[in-house]
Structures are given as structure tokens and as C-alpha cells.
């Protein structure tokens, strides 16, 4: 009887994991499409209501408003050729929940050292009402 429970409950987590990275995809692609077509209203609801922005110009530790991003920051970080870069990268996806709250992380690492590639990219979504939404994006050095 145990072997039957173990049996099923990694048959279960294989299926979880299997919904989890699809999800997580599809918020990936939808994060791609919209950065691609420069719809800053649809980056607000892609988005959470502030976001950490380590790549951003007057960077300082502290989270600004999607406002403020979109404002100062979007078209300077957003450009063609950043976009054109991340619309051929391939991601590797991390889970994590804490506090009962669901995290995804994607990063890729560069596969040549051109202008883009001198560092590890991250970009970090939150599951909020079933919606990933994007708070946090970085580099690794």
C-alpha cells in the first residue's frame, strides 16, 4: 500500500511541475510580445505595481513605480536590439515558494560576450490572483 501512495504522489508531482513550467512559459512569451510591441499599457498589467530595476538609470536599492519605470526607464532598457536578443535566448525557469507565495525566476546565460551578454540576466515574476507578474529585473556579473 505505501509503494502505491509513493508511486502516485511522484506521478502527481511530475504532473505539477510539467503545469508549472507551462505557465511559466506562456508568462515568458507574453512578457516577449509585449516588450515587442512596445505596449506600455500592457506592461502595466504584466507587472506588478512597483518593480526592483537593477538595470535601470538612477538605480538605488529601493523598488519604483511601474509608472516611473515606464516613464524613465522602458524605452532605454526595451530597445530593438535588447528585445531582438531576448526574443533568442534560452531560459531556464526556477520555482520557489516563500511565505506561501509563488516565485518564478528566468535567466539565461550569455553564449557569446557581445554587447548583451556580459551578464547573466534575470527577470523575476510573482504568481498574484493566478497572473505572474513581473517585479524584479537584473543581471548577475
Known amino acids: 500500500m505505501k509503494k502505491i501512495f509513493y508511486f502516485v504522489l511522484i506521478i502527481c508531482s511530475f504532473g505539477c511541475s510539467k503545469e508549472k513550467k507551462k505557465v511559466e512559459f506562456d508568462a515568458w512569451n507574453q512578457f516577449i510580445k509585449v516588450i515587442s510591441k512596445k505596449d506600455k499599457e500592457e506592461f502595466k498589467n504584466i507587472c506588478s505595481k512597483t518593480i526592483n530595476c537593477y538595470l535601470c538609470k538612477d538605480y538605488n536599492s529601493k523598488p519604483i513605480t511601474i509608472k ?28 520557489q515558494n516563500i511565505d506561501g507565495k509563488d516565485y518564478c525566476e528566468v535567466t539565461f546565460l550569455p553564449k557569446n560576450y557581445s554587447k548583451y551578454e556580459e551578464y547573466q540576466y534575470h527577470f523575476r515574476f510573482i504568481l498574484v ?4 507578474e513581473l517585479f524584479d529585473i537584473g543581471t548577475i556579473p
Do not use: G, Q
Open 68 to 95: 516611473e519605470f515606464i516613464e524613465k526607464d522602458f524605452d532605454i532598457i526595451f530597445n530593438d536590439e535588447f528585445i531582438k536578443y531576448l526574443k533568442n535566448v534560452n531560459i531556464d525557469t526556477y520555482y
Open 129 to 132: 490572483n493566478k497572473n505572474w
